[in-house]
């Protein structure tokens, strides 16, 4: 995502947003299967309602794009934040 924000517009931007979706539609498969690995039964559903319902922060995130495109006047701040939101997944999914 940064090197889609940091190139834009141009191929190598195109190149990083397709690796992003790749990566994302990737964990996707992995992040339903975490909880079943670690809990079982009630916890097990209580985990998959987690996830669902973390699911509704995308309703969150576009206030915030337009929050920092009104402070900074684009939108790269939105897409830096939104790349840091998944680095910061990434690494908690590894501390599993």
Do not use: C, E, H, Y
């Not at 979706?21 to 992040?31: C, E, H, Q, S």
């Not at 209580?46 to 920092?68: C, E």
């Not at 939105?78 to 998944?86: E, N, P, V």
């Amino acid at each position: 995502m940064v090197l889609a924000v940091s190139t834009a517009p141009s191929p190598v931007a195109l190149l990083g947003l397709t690796a992003v979706v790749v990566g994302t539609n990737t964990a996707r498969a992995i992040l339903w299967t975490i909880q079943t690995r670690f809990l079982s039964g009630i916890g097990a559903a209580g985990g998959l309602a987690l996830i669902n319902s973390s699911a509704s922060s995308g309703l969150r995130r576009p206030p915030i794009n337009g929050q920092l495109k009104d402070i900074t006047g684009s939108f790269d701040a939105g897409l830096l934040a939104l790349s840091g939101f998944m680095f910061l997944s990434m690494l908690l999914t590894f501390g599993l």
